[in-house]
């Protein structure tokens, strides 16, 4: 056959995920265009391929690309080789599972906050933080000149605690924000989740009681059922813990740690008054309980409040207090990053379990967090973030308004925690937004209370007015 290959077979997934591809290479066509004719018969089972230098001089292609692609043929089971012969059609393979979103397959599963298909532009209830074109432009630049610098593909895992100079300049952060550790005394870890992680993993036993705060976020929860804890919650209020249920668990049951977010919890918006967060530290202290503060939404606070508001790990000098951070809001999902911080009875734990964890390969995400960090671009990142979220928050209360619902007290950061009316169930409200094509967050994934079961999370970045159209629609 002399005729250019053009697939005409029913692979409608391969091909369309390839053709949906902007930058798809010449091997990427020339699979497709071979594997196609593969599944429409064009080439029988058994049938020799054409050699490597004909098909390049039929495709006016490189020997290299024609290898590429006959290889991918081999590694997805369509094509065999045979030594000294050349490349054979291998025998009918099942044709694949039909794919299935996470949103059909989990329809009611919290993660999909993180993992959803929908676009973001139909999920007002996201957990991520959608960044404008030129914030993007900004990763992609740090990372095409991390892999341009080569970092020593051949280095191994690297720091058993993570890249030392980015250790070094959270060290630095932190000493200019009060705070003196020992740089062994900092970890770093692939974002806050895996952070929290660690900390419970380290720290905690099955069967041990762990608080949470109620609401609070799902990872929170998951994480400590996971490592088999028995959970119990502590209401939170606007300025922080309910300090009277606290006391009353921790006299009860003497529990181990406390899982927290102390600024800009989620997904009330809410933080830590210095009063209450002094209050705590004592608490921790009289009762042996560990603090683990999830700070990560702490660089969307803005610096005037900041200024009052100050975290955990401040006020504690890293005797309770487990203080965890994370970039993927401020960078990108992509780049996971972040950092734990302890003091030296808790730190020699997690260093002994982070390496055994699985988390000593983050080379590329690690050096790019450095490099915003060392070129004073991811300051000047979260001050235009900051500004930007500031701007959406007052555009969507308008737009919330607009459609009669009453509106909260005003609090920064990137979630409005909105009541949807009184003996309003938000999560009735949200399968019928489902239905309409939105991803939202009703309070169940937050809290089982059935008091604030009106309530639900709006992600100022991704809730946009057609979302605001079809609440209205759907209250």
């Known amino acids: 056959m002399t005729e250019p290959f053009h697939s005409t077979g029913p692979d409608s997934c391969l091909n369309g995920l390839l053709r949906n591809n902007t930058t798809?290479?010449?091997?990427?066509?020339?699979?497709?265009?071979?594997?196609?004719?593969?599944?429409?018969?064009?080439?029988?089972?058994?049938?020799?391929?054409?050699?490597?230098?004909?098909?390049?001089?039929?495709?006016?292609?490189?020997?290299?690309?024609?290898?590429?692609?006959?290889?991918?043929?081999?590694?997805?089971?369509?094509?065999?080789?045979?030594?000294?012969?050349?490349?054979?059609?291998?025998e009918r393979v099942s044709p694949p599972s039909p794919i299935v979103s996470i949103d059909e397959r989990h329809p009611q599963d919290p993660t999909r906050l993180l993992h959803s298909d929908f676009s973001l532009d139909h999920q007002p209830g996201s957990g991520i933080l959608r960044h404008g074109a030129a914030a993007q432009v900004e990763v992609a630049r740090v990372l095409r000149s991390v892999v341009a610098s080569g970092f020593g593909l051949d280095s191994g895992y690297g720091d058993p605690l993570g890249y030392l100079p980015l250790r070094q300049q959270f060290q630095s952060g932190l000493r200019q924000g009060g705070v003196d550790c020992a740089i062994d005394n900092i970890v770093t870890v692939p974002g806050a989740t895996a952070g929290i992680s660690l900390a419970v993993r380290a720290l905690l036993r099955a069967g041990s009681v762990a608080l949470v705060e109620d609401p609070c976020s799902f990872i929170h929860m998951n994480t400590l059922m996971a490592q088999g804890a028995e959970i119990r919650r502590v209401p939170r209020l606007v300025d922080g813990p309910d300090m009277d249920v606290l006391r009353e668990l921790c006299e009860r049951y003497r529990p181990k740690l406390f899982v927290l977010s102390s600024l800009l919890h989620n997904p009330t918006g809410t933080t830590i008054t210095l009063h209450k967060a002094q209050t705590l530290i004592e608490m921790a202290a009289e009762f042996g309980m560990v603090l683990i503060d999830d700070c990560s939404y702490a660089d969307l606070l803005p610096r005037t409040e900041n200024q009052s508001m100050v975290p955990l790990i401040l006020l504690d000098r890293l005797r309770w207090v487990i203080h965890i951070t994370g970039f993927s809001r401020t960078v990108s999902p992509a780049i996971g990053s972040g950092y734990v911080v302890a003091g030296e009875a808790h730190m020699r734990y997690i260093r002994a379990y982070r390496p055994v964890a699985g988390l000593g390969n983050m080379i590329v995400a690690e050096r790019s967090v450095y490099r915003l960090l060392n070129e004073g671009s991811y300051r000047r990142r979260c001050e235009r973030i900051r500004a930007s979220l500031a701007c959406q928050m007052v555009a969507l209360r308008q737009h919330i308004a607009s459609i009669g619902l009453p509106l909260p007290s005003s609090r920064p950061g990137m979630f409005l925690w909105l009541p949807l009316g009184e003996n309003v169930e938000a999560a009735a409200v949200g399968t019928r937004m489902s239905v309409r094509g939105f991803l939202t967050a009703p309070a169940k994934h937050f809290t089982p209370l059935q008091n604030a079961q009106s309530y639900m999370r709006f992600n100022v970045t991704t809730t946009s007015g057609d979302a605001v159209t079809a609440l209205s629609a759907c209250l």
């Open 24 to 90: 798809m290479t010449l091997s990427d066509r020339l699979y497709r265009d071979v594997a196609g004719m593969i599944i429409d018969g064009s080439f029988a089972v058994g049938q020799r391929l054409p050699s490597v230098r004909d098909m390049a001089q039929r495709r006016s292609v490189s020997r290299d690309t024609v290898l590429r692609a006959y290889d991918r043929l081999v590694s997805s089971g369509r094509a065999h080789v045979v030594r000294g012969s050349g490349y054979f059609v291998a």
